[in-house]
Structures are given as structure tokens and as C-alpha cells.
């Protein structure tokens, strides 16, 4: 990482510090916000997250590591969640994995060549009347076939 | 593209019955705390996510408590799989559960409320941040609330970020606070010592949006609908292999066979009620009644018709488990994995019986032994699945449905 | 209630603290309670767990540390509690309510043992390839509930790699059980804060800031953790095999010094209830397990004291006469090398204040290869110096770079009580048996006042003795030279002795109130050093700090188990040494005067001295690359 942007990144967690507080409850809403924008929290970054916050880098990883929406290294511009539990792999989830990854040309956990899109697994997305269904950042789409969801994995830039 | 969640008109005897934006409140506010708490009483409200507290008691322990702050949260951390009523409440009747929330703030001397919204639902974020702006707007939330003199109040959304466990409250008290979503030793109880150390309610979705319609009608008139043990109705989300899966509201103490007309399911082997973490029901119990005395559920109605192998079902909900146990307690970070290995086992055709019972003898443990509802839950579906299934699948060595019928 | 602001310990999991009432016998003070038919009073807010042992009623803990505060998470000691659901976790649960309790049904028994089974098919290796091996909470408790066998199989491969890459902690997540002890220890009891645990689920381990190898942490090598680990998980990085080696090696000379804290302890490791020095049996052990020379490290105490007293005397006089800005006060003390690691990597900018005197190990070391292999006639090519020292962090310390006065390494291996322990078992010896034996001449002689450096606060004590005296030319105005505001177990203590009727030499500090400021364990050290950024500590002179808690006595070297009682046990058995001897000044140990007269020639802080005898620091800071 380059100096400058190790600099716009602190001076983007000091903002975030200043609008969510420099108090325990705050980590999650300041890493969530690193996340989004970044897809994923470096290690600098939660290393001045913690210096901020007066926490050990290690309890900032410690969250990370715990919550399946934060990650600790670089993922595609897009994320990609395949919902896999009960009610969609009963209404064709199988089919849809397949497709994805034939489209795609990787497996389920990994990154495109590209860094486009990043596909994973999900639990219950609370779609179950509507599945199979899958998350992309954070637009659910449901009903999927196998075309629908290449389609829209296709639209993704 | 846009996302393509179906929204669409509803009706029902409770929760889906007529109420205007805010009559809730209003109601609250003539009728003072004590009236609430006795309307509440009345109502037998139980709480809707699943453990049925009821919510008469929560909420009087915590306006009883000496503290100068307190809080209400609206456990929206949804995550039980086959559940979705929450989603429905939310984006279609958003102002059952913000007006349940103001009143509950009211009635339990609280300043603030949080809805921990699961990190999944993060596409509602906007729309019910426009929500509670308008509320601003309209004084149902900020200071001196409809002329109130005193009551100021205001609502705050929390996401989660992916972590199932977070809907028991502990845990998401821990997550709010900013620490890993890992349920705490109780008691202390929330009701005592909850977010921050203070006094805080957590209250189901639901539960809340029951709250504005018992204030507005009475708990007499919630007491009509349903058991005299659970009381009012139920949203139930069905999904899973049926003509009409979704959000049904219905009384309690309708018999599972009967919902499984309303939705048209057809050649039904087993039902799954209460997510992976409520029990399998076969065939011949099918009269069983949905409510707390009987098959308790927060709502989950999953349908496997004869084609499905139950085996399988099984290990998905094992699968489900292992991933989003905390990790915390011994019995559920390894307990769910030896359960798993039993179902290996079973597939492989490679166990014994008596193996089989040890782990079912596991089961009960951890349904004792586990620090919080998860773990205590996790083994249900092992346990009722094998015992339900037991020809399918013990009896064919694991070859599961394929031999049963020939 | 209080607000919360970055308290990491949430507050169900913080030690139920309980105001007792004044009077017990008013209503609300005391709960009636029945714990299997016997009908007991307990008072409010106490936990199961504390009112069954005070009733002789057993239960069994696992992730339950008297140090730290409550988990609740190994659930081993479940009890039923009438009336609910599920069972109860006794070590959590307060009671508040008149409640029944049964702490042997056979729910409860089929519980633990299926929770001691589940943790047996995830704990690799074989306890008779463990170095715990009858000493395993663990395997106790196998015993205890009469495993004998797996019941639900038995890991055969190890789920993580050994981490080596320390040189003071060896880290086997394969043996871990999650208690989360060590996390509570490095987090919550020194808020060093290296160890977390990571993931959820199945794959939670306790692991480092992006699970990088323990050595590229800011971890101080305190050992703690090791002291607090139920099991094999972690240890020190053990030396014994190559000293065996060096000892079976006919031309090395191998000279071993032992610190006082290991003395007081060691007996522990043979059986023996804490609170019993070894001192004279383990120099017999010592000398039949093959070692050339058994020296007192308390000699290098005393020459610590003398270091580093004229060093505060020297800052004393620069500040006070020369209005020298660029010096530093208080003076903070070096000796522990965990609180060094700490300071380096927390407070970097502040390293200025640490008298360079080297630890009193390193001080032995450096003479031992210079002053004594002159006087022996040894090649110190030859020479194997060893530490026995109750401390995990002595052994990152002596393999810093910067510790080479003489060319060669000052101190070759530092040994922990335990490891010393062992290898007096290996030689077939029982220490306890051993007929007592004085220490080789010429560093066998110490003062009393290089012993109580085994306590928190004995370092302070220490050079208050010799201080006092050298300044005023009077002995410490304290009854029987015991200065009691230095001794106990309080996190911080503060106190000051009035420097009056000053000889000639000092009269500069005529009137002066000498304040000083103890410390043990680093989070109190934190503490300590916020005081000082906040500028409180301007009129303090002194500062000891010790890393570990109740200082070198409750060193993370020492046997386990260690608690409150057994650390003020080995505090009692230091003290009582301590009044037993005949010289309890540093300045008055002959050996002392004469190793000034003979080789440091230009006295304390001389140049020699500071060649030999005084070290530097490195700016760590906390960024971890």
C-alpha cells in the first residue's frame, strides 16, 4: 500500500469515527462501512480502526473473522451470495450453482480473473417463498433459473 | 436489473387487520403505561420469535427497574431458515412495527430504540430510514412526541453483518455493542442488565407489530383469536414444496393438516416446523396443533413431499449449524460436528445403532447443556428426523427413500 | 449504572461483584438455598460455584479461573437448578433467589461426561506424549468422570501447525480447548491484547492479529497465558535438551544462577504446598545434574541496585543541580523483560525514562564471561551460561542482539521453574529429599535485598535500602528494614521517605520527599504510564514495574497452577528468606564492594560498568507489518 493511500485511508476512518463515536458500539458500523466501500477491511485499516477506538487490532480481527459479511482480504468488486439453504436447494439452487459457475469459469468461494464478481454461499436470505435466491452487494434477486441468474450475474460491471 | 421482491395486499384477523399509521400510539398515549401493561396482561402476548416469553412480563420487569437509561431493540436479525415474516412486516407494514416500538419506549421509560436489522436485509435499509423521517417529520418520533409533554423518543437502525446467532438477544446485545455475537451467561438477564449495562426490552418483529393492534383493540379483543394458551394469531412463512408458499396469518391452534390445505400441499411426508432448529413432523401427526402447548414455532412451516430425502434434509440443516454456531459453548461447537459425522456415517451405510443412540443421547445434552437457544435447538431436527424417519433412513443403510418404497 | 465505554468484558461475563451489607443479617443480605438436601445461607449475588466450595461440595471447571473474569463457556460445571428448563452453568450463575440446586443427577453426570468426551475427540495427541501429563485439567478430569475411552472418536491429525516462531511461547492450537483463559489473561488481565478468538463455529481458534506467527506480534512474552492454559496448548520454548547437551559436553564450562522466585516455587512442581524455599536442596540437585558453577543471580541484584540506584542519584543530581531537561524522571526500573517488550511496543516514546541497568540475569551473564572467566582462566568460547528464572520472557531476553557485552551471549538459555523441574526429575532426583548446599564462591553471596526482587515491589524496597543509607548515611526508617508501603499485592502503589540529614556529597537532596510509584502486571503498568503522559507523575522520582502479577514470583515461568493465595504464599516464603540472612543491603555485600574495588574500578555507572552492565532499547511501536 502506498503512503497516500494508506493517508486517505485514515483520514476516511477518522470521519467515520467522528460520525458513528469513538465508542465500542461503534466498531461494527465503522467496519461495515470500510466494507462497502473497500469490499474488504486491510490490515492497516483495522489496524487504525483499533488505534482509534483504543482496541487491540487483534479484537478488530476478531469481529471480522466472526461476522460472514466482513472479510479481511480483497474480494471482487462484487459479491455474490448464493443462498443454500433448505427451501431454495429444494426449489433448485443445485441447478443455479451449477450454471454460475460454468458462466463464470470459478467455483463457489473464489474471485473471477477480472475481479468482478466474488461468489460465495449464504445462509437463509429470508427468501424461502421466493427461491431460489441470491444477493448481489446488496440487492436480492429471486425465482432464479439457471439463465435468469447468469443474466443477472452478466449485467454486473 | 432490480431486485424482484414480491410485495402484494393482505388481510388477516390480527396482524393484518385495518390500522392507520400512528392510531397505535395515540391510543398509547390516552391510555397511560399502567393501562398498556394491563392491556398487555389481558392480551397473553407471547413473544413471536420462537422462545414465547411473554411479553407482558418483559416489558414490566424492565419499566420496573431503577435506571436512568433504558432501551427497547426490535430484534430483526431474521435468520431461522424458512423465515420470512419479518421481511413482509417490514416492507409492507413498517408502521405496526415503528408505532409497537414508540409504544413500547413509552411504556418502559425508554429514550431510544434499535432495530437490529440482519445484514441480509440491508436493500430495506433505505426505505425504512425514509420511514422513520417521515415520522420525524410527523412528531411520532422526536421530543415531546404528539404533544406529550416529557416523552421523547427516537429510533435508530443497527445491520448486523451476517451471523444467524445474533438473533438471540444476548448475542445481539453483544453485537450491538460491538463485540462478537456471542450469547452471554444468563441470568443477568437483558431486562436487567441488557444493552450498555442498562435495562433494554428485545422484542421480536412481530411481536411489536402485535403490540400496536392490542393497544389500539384491546387485549380481549387479541384473546378472541387463538388458544387460551397462545393467544391472538401467528404469521406463519411457508416455503418448501406446496402450490402457495408465504406469509399466511392464522389463529393459533390450527392443525398442521389444515395449513397444509390453505397452501396446497400435495402428497406431504413431513413438515419441518420452526426452521432447522424446530422438530420434524411426519405424516401420521399431522393433527398436531400449531402453538406454544403443542408444536411451538416463531413461524416456520417448511413442506417435503414424498420425493424428498430426508436424510439429506438433515445434513443441510447440520450443515447450517456447524457454520453459524458461535463457537463459544462445548457443546455446540463440537456437538453439531459429531452429529454431522453421524449423518456421514449414516450415508456412507458405515454406523452402528448403538453409535446412533449415543449421539441422540448427545442430542439431549446439548438440548440442556448449550449456552443459549442455538445449541439448545440445534440437535431438535437430529433427533426428531431420525426417530420420524427412522425406516428411510436408518433401515435402509443409509440408501435412504429410493429403497424404502421398493 | 455506569456508562460503558470500551470495556471489552461484557457484563454478564464481568466477576459478579457483590456489596456485602454491613449487617448480614439484614433482609436482602443473605439467600437461603438448598444444594442437594442441605439447606445453606449464602450472602446475595453469590455464584453456585463459590457457595458449593464453601460447602465442600465438588464441581468441576475447565474454563473457570480464579484471575479472571467469568466465561461460562466449557459448560463442564453445569448443575440443575429446580425449576429450569436447561441446565445451569454453576461458575455464572449468581444467586439471588431462594433456589434449589443439584449438583449429581444423572442428567448432570451424562452432561459433563458427554462434554468432557466431546472435548477428548478434538484434543490431539496422547497424554502420555504430553509434556501436562499429570498435570492436565483436561486429563484430571477424564479420570475423574472415568473416560476409558473415545466415544465419539479421536482426532488423528493435528488441525493447526505448531507455532515455533517465539522465542519465549510455543503455541499447539491442536491441544486447545477454547476456555478462552488465555484470551481473558492477555486481553483482560495484562491488556497486552495478542490473543483473540478467531472465526465462529467449528472453526473458531484462538489465534493473533491476522493470525500471523506469535513472534510478529506485539505479544511481550509474559507467559501469562502458559500459566493459565488447562492444557498443553501453550508452553514455553523449552531449552533443556540443549543444555543436557552442553553439561554432557566435557569442555564446556556450564554455569547455572538461580533467581529467587523459582526457589520459592519449585517445590510445587515435587508436591510440596506453596510458600517453601529450596534454595540450599536445589544447589545440591543442581551440582549432581552436572552443573560446573551454581550462582546466586541475587549477587547481580545487588549490583543492579547499586547500577541503577546511582543512576537514579546521577538523574537526581543533573535535574535538580544542572536543571538538565534532557533527563528523565521518575526513573523507571529494567529488570523485567516483559515490561521492556511492553513498554517498547506501547509506549516507544517514553523509553528515555527506563534506567538502562541491564536485568540482573543479563548482568550475570556479562560478568560471567568477562571478570570470571579471567579469574577461572576459562575461554568464555567455553562458557554455557544458564538462567533459572520464573519468567518465559527471560528467554527472548537473552537472545536480544544488543545483549553481547562480552562477544559472546551473555546468558546462553533461559530455563523456567518448570523446565528446571523437570530436568531435575530426568536426573532422577527428588528435590525435596536433597541435603541443603551453599552456592559457589565467588556470586554465592547475596543480600537479602537481591531476594525480595522476587516480589512486586521488592525492587523498590531493595534500592530504598541502599539509597537511603548511601544519601543520608542512615539505615531506612523502617522496623526491621521491612518498608511495608512497597509490599502487598495492590495493582499500584505509591509512597515517599523523606530524605533528611543528607551527608555532604547529597546534600542537594536535603528536604527532598523521594516519591516512588510500584507496579505489577502491565495493565497496571498502563496505567501507570497514562498517569505519567498526563503529566502526574511529575513529582515522582522511582518507578518499579513488573510485567507479571505479584511480580517474578508470579512470573509465566512459574509451576502451574498459580492463584491470588499460592502467589502471596511464595511473596511470605521470599520475606521470611529475607530476615534470615545476615547481609540485607546490597551496598553491604562484600562481594559487591570487592568486584568495585577489583574490576568495575570506576564504580557504578563507570565506563566498564556501562559496557558490561547497561543495555538500550528499541522503538517497537504497535503497527504490526
Redesign the interface.
Known amino acids: 500500500m502506498f503512503e497516500y493511500e494508506k493517508n486517505s485511508l485514515t483520514e476516511e476512518i477518522e470521519n467515520l469515527v467522528k460520525h458513528y463515536g469513538s465508542d465500542r458500539p461503534a466498531l461494527l458500523q465503522i467496519l461495515q462501512a470500510v466494507q462497502r466501500k473497500h469490499k474488504y477491511i486491510s490490515d492497516f485499516a483495522q489496524q487504525e480502526i483499533a488505534r482509534l477506538l483504543n482496541i487491540h487490532p487483534v479484537e478488530v480481527y476478531s469481529i471480522i473473522s466472526f461476522y460472514s459479511f466482513l472479510c479481511s482480504e480483497p474480494k471482487g468488486r462484487n459479491i455474490v451470495r448464493l443462498c443454500r439453504t433448505i427451501s431454495c436447494d429444494m426449489a433448485g439452487k443445485d441447478k443455479v450453482e451449477s450454471a454460475v459457475k460454468r458462466e463464470l469459469g470459478i467455483t463457489f468461494g473464489e474471485t473471477t480473473n477480472d475481479g468482478r464478481i466474488t461468489l460465495e454461499f449464504t445462509n437463509c436470505l429470508g427468501m424461502c417463498d421466493q427461491g431460489p435466491a441470491m444477493l448481489v452487494n446488496d440487492k436480492v434477486y429471486t425465482h432464479l433459473n439457471p439463465e435468469t441468474a447468469v443474466n443477472i450475474l452478466n449485467e454486473v460491471k | 436489473?432490480?431486485?424482484?421482491?414480491?410485495t402484494k395486499k393482505r388481510s388477516g384477523p390480527v396482524v393484518f387487520s385495518e390500522y392507520q399509521r400512528s392510531e397505535g400510539i395515540k391510543k398509547a398515549l390516552q391510555l397511560g403505561r399502567e393501562n398498556i401493561l394491563f392491556e398487555l396482561k389481558i392480551s397473553g402476548l407471547k413473544g413471536r420469535g420462537g422462545a414465547g416469553f411473554p411479553t407482558a412480563t418483559k416489558w414490566m420487569l424492565t419499566a420496573a427497574a431503577n435506571?436512568?437509561?433504558k432501551f427497547i431493540v426490535c430484534n430483526a436479525d431474521?435468520?431461522?431458515?424458512?423465515?420470512?415474516k419479518?421481511?413482509v412486516l417490514l416492507l409492507e407494514y413498517p408502521e405496526l412495527v415503528f408505532d409497537g416500538i414508540v409504544i413500547a419506549g413509552f411504556t418502559i421509560g425508554a429514550a431510544s430504540g434499535i432495530i437490529y436489522l440482519?445484514?441480509?436485509?440491508?436493500?430495506m435499509?433505505q426505505p425504512l430510514e425514509d420511514y422513520l423521517a417521515e415520522m420525524r417529520k410527523d412528531n411520532l418520533l422526536g421530543k415531546n412526541i404528539l404533544g406529550k409533554e416529557n416523552f421523547n423518543f427516537d429510533i435508530s437502525i443497527?445491520?448486523?453483518?451476517?451471523?444467524?446467532?445474533c438473533g438471540e438477544e444476548?448475542a445481539l446485545i453483544?453485537?450491538?455493542?460491538?463485540?462478537?455475537?456471542e450469547p452471554?451467561?444468563?441470568?443477568?438477564y437483558p431486562v436487567d442488565?441488557g444493552y450498555?449495562?442498562?435495562p433494554t426490552v428485545v422484542n421480536n418483529v412481530e411481536t411489536l407489530a402485535s403490540v400496536s393492534h392490542i393497544v389500539l383493540k384491546g387485549g380481549e379483543w387479541f384473546k378472541k383469536h387463538g388458544t387460551s394458551k397462545s393467544t391472538g394469531s401467528k404469521l406463519f412463512?411457508?416455503?418448501?414444496?406446496c402450490e402457495k408458499?408465504?406469509?399466511y396469518e392464522l389463529p393459533w391452534g390450527i392443525k398442521i393438516k389444515e395449513l397444509l390445505e390453505i397452501v396446497e400441499a400435495k402428497n406431504t411426508k413431513a413438515v419441518?416446523v420452526g426452521g432447522?432448529s424446530g422438530t420434524c413432523i411426519a405424516k401420521s401427526q399431522f393433527d398436531r396443533i400449531l402453538g406454544y402447548e403443542d408444536a411451538a414455532t416463531g413461524g416456520s412451516i417448511?413442506i417435503?413431499n414424498e420425493n424428498?430425502d430426508m436424510l439429506k434434509?438433515l445434513k443441510?440443516?447440520m450443515?447450517?449449524f456447524?457454520?453459524?454456531?458461535?463457537?463459544?459453548?462445548?457443546?455446540c461447537?463440537?456437538?453439531?460436528?459429531?452429529l454431522m459425522?453421524g449423518i456421514i456415517k449414516i450415508e456412507n451405510g458405515d454406523f452402528t445403532f448403538s453409535y446412533i443412540n449415543?449421539?441422540k443421547?448427545?442430542g439431549k445434552?446439548m438440548?440442556?447443556?448449550?449456552?443459549c437457544g442455538l445449541g439448545?435447538s440445534s440437535p431438535n431436527s437430529f433427533i426428531s428426523i431420525l426417530e420420524n424417519f427412522s425406516e428411510e433412513i436408518l433401515h435402509t443403510n443409509g440408501k435412504g427413500k429410493e429403497n424404502v418404497k421398493a | 449504572m455506569s456508562k460503558r465505554e470500551n470495556i471489552r468484558i461484557p457484563v454478564s461475563q464481568q466477576p459478579f461483584t457483590v456489596i456485602q451489607p454491613e449487617d448480614t443479617t439484614t433482609i436482602g443480605g443473605t439467600v437461603s438455598v438448598q444444594i442437594n438436601e442441605k439447606k445453606i445461607s449464602v450472602p446475595l449475588g453469590m455464584t453456585i460455584l463459590e457457595a458449593c466450595r464453601q460447602n465442600q461440595i465438588h464441581i468441576p471447571t475447565l474454563c473457570h479461573h480464579p484471575d479472571l473474569c467469568i466465561a461460562g463457556v466449557c459448560r463442564i460445571c453445569v448443575v440443575d437448578v429446580e425449576g429450569m428448563r436447561t441446565l445451569q452453568t454453576a461458575c455464572s450463575f449468581p444467586i439471588t433467589t431462594p433456589i434449589k440446586i443439584h449438583t449429581s443427577t444423572p442428567m448432570v453426570r451424562k452432561a459433563r461426561r458427554h462434554i468432557i468426551d466431546l472435548l477428548l475427540s478434538e484434543h490431539y495427541g496422547e497424554c502420555y506424549s504430553c509434556f501436562r501429563n499429570g498435570n492436565c485439567e483436561l486429563q484430571s478430569l477424564a479420570k475423574e468422570y472415568g473416560v476409558d475411552g473415545y466415544t465419539f472418536g479421536h482426532i488423528d491429525k493435528p488441525r493447526y501447525k505448531v507455532d515455533h516462531s517465539s522465542a519465549a511461547v510455543v503455541r499447539d492450537m491442536s491441544k486447545c480447548i477454547l476456555c478462552k483463559r488465555c484470551v481473558r489473561t492477555c486481553i483482560d488481565l495484562q491488556e497486552v491484547g495478542v490473543l483473540e478468538a478467531i472465526n465462529r463455529g467449528h472453526d473458531t481458534h484462538i489465534g493473533t492479529f491476522l493470525d500471523k506467527p506469535l513472534a510478529d506480534v506485539i505479544c511481550i512474552n509474559c507467559g501469562q497465558c502458559i500459566n493459565r492454559c488447562p492444557t498443553a496448548a501453550l508452553r514455553a520454548n523449552d531449552p533443556s535438551d540443549e543444555i543436557w547437551e552442553a553439561i554432557d559436553n566435557p569442555k564446556k564450562h556450564v554455569i547455572i544462577q538461580t533467581a529467587p522466585s523459582p526457589r520459592a516455587a519449585i517445590g510445587e512442581e515435587f508436591g510440596i504446598e506453596a510458600g517453601h524455599s529450596f534454595t540450599g536442596e536445589l544447589n545440591t540437585a543442581l551440582r549432581r545434574i552436572g552443573f560446573d558453577k551454581v550462582f546466586d543471580t541475587n549477587f547481580t541484584a545487588d549490583l543492579t541496585i547499586m547500577e541503577e540506584g546511582t543512576e537514579l542519584l546521577n538523574r537526581l543530581r543533573k535535574v535538580i543541580i544542572d536543571n538538565d531537561s534532557s533527563v528523565k524522571l521518575p526513573q523507571f526500573t529494567s529488570c523485567s523483560p516483559g515490561w521492556i517488550k511492553f513498554i517498547e511496543h506501547f509506549y516507544p516514546e517514553y523509553l528515555d525514562y527506563l534506567s538502562t541497568a541491564k536485568s540482573p540475569q543479563q548482568m550475570f551473564g556479562a560478568l560471567m564471561k568477562t571478570f570470571y572467566a579471567k579469574q577461572a582462566g576459562i575461554d568464555p568460547a567455553d562458557i554455557v551460561t544458564v538462567a533459572l528464572m520464573p519468567c518465559s520472557a527471560k528467554k527472548f531476553e537473552c537472545n536480544r542482539p544488543e545483549m553481547k557485552a562480552s562477544g559472546f551471549k551473555d546468558i546462553d538459555y533461559g530455563l523456567t521453574t518448570r523446565e528446571m523441574a523437570k530436568m531435575i526429575r530426568e536426573a532422577g532426583i527428588y528435590l525435596p529429599e536433597m541435603p541443603k548446599s551453599n552456592f559457589d564462591e565467588p556470586f554465592g553471596d547475596a543480600s537479602g535485598a537481591g531476594l525480595i526482587f522476587g516480589a512486586t515491589g521488592g525492587v523498590m524496597e531493595a534500592a530504598l535500602r541502599t539509597v537511603y543509607e548511601i544519601v543520608t548515611g542512615r539505615e531506612v526508617p523502617f522496623k526491621n528494614l521491612a518498608i511495608e508501603p512497597c509490599r502487598g499485592f495492590a495493582g499500584v502503589k505509591q509512597a515517599s521517605v523523606k530524605l533528611d540529614g543528607c551527608v555532604e556529597q547529597y546534600n542537594f537532596l536535603e528536604g527532598v520527599e523521594l516519591k516512588f510509584v510500584v507496579a505489577h502486571g502491565t495493565a497496571n503498568a498502563k496505567k501507570v504510564m497514562e498517569m505519567l503522559r498526563k503529566g502526574e507523575l511529575s513529582d515522582v522520582h522511582f518507578v518499579e514495574i513488573m510485567a507479571c502479577p505479584g511480580g517474578c514470583l508470579g512470573g509465566g515461568g512459574q509451576p502451574i497452577p498459580t492463584n491470588a493465595e499460592i502467589r502471596r504464599k511464595r511473596a511470605q516464603a521470599i520475606y521470611a528468606e529475607d530476615e534470615s540472612l545476615p547481609v540485607r543491603k546490597s551496598h553491604e555485600n562484600p562481594h559487591i564492594k570487592y568486584i568495585y574495588e577489583n574490576f568495575l574500578t570506576e564504580g557504578p555507572c563507570g565506563k566498564l560498568s556501562h559496557k558490561l552492565l547497561h543495555t538500550h532499547y528499541t522503538k517497537r511501536g504497535k503497527f504490526i507489518s
Open positions: 436489473m432490480k431486485s424482484n421482491v414480491e435506571a436512568n437509561k431474521e435468520g431461522e431458515p424458512g423465515t420470512f419479518d421481511r440482519r445484514g441480509e436485509y440491508e436493500y435499509l443497527r445491520l448486523g453483518s451476517g451471523a444467524y446467532v444476548t453483544e453485537s450491538l455493542e460491538g463485540f462478537r455475537g452471554r451467561n444468563r441470568p443477568p442488565t450498555l449495562g442498562y412463512s411457508v416455503s418448501g414444496d408458499p408465504g406469509v419441518q432447522a417448511i417435503f424428498r434434509v443441510n440443516f450443515e447450517f456447524i457454520e453459524e454456531s458461535c463457537g463459544q459453548c462445548t457443546p461447537r463440537i456437538g453439531n460436528i459429531k459425522e449415543n449421539l443421547e448427545l445434552t438440548q440442556v447443556a448449550s449456552k439448545q
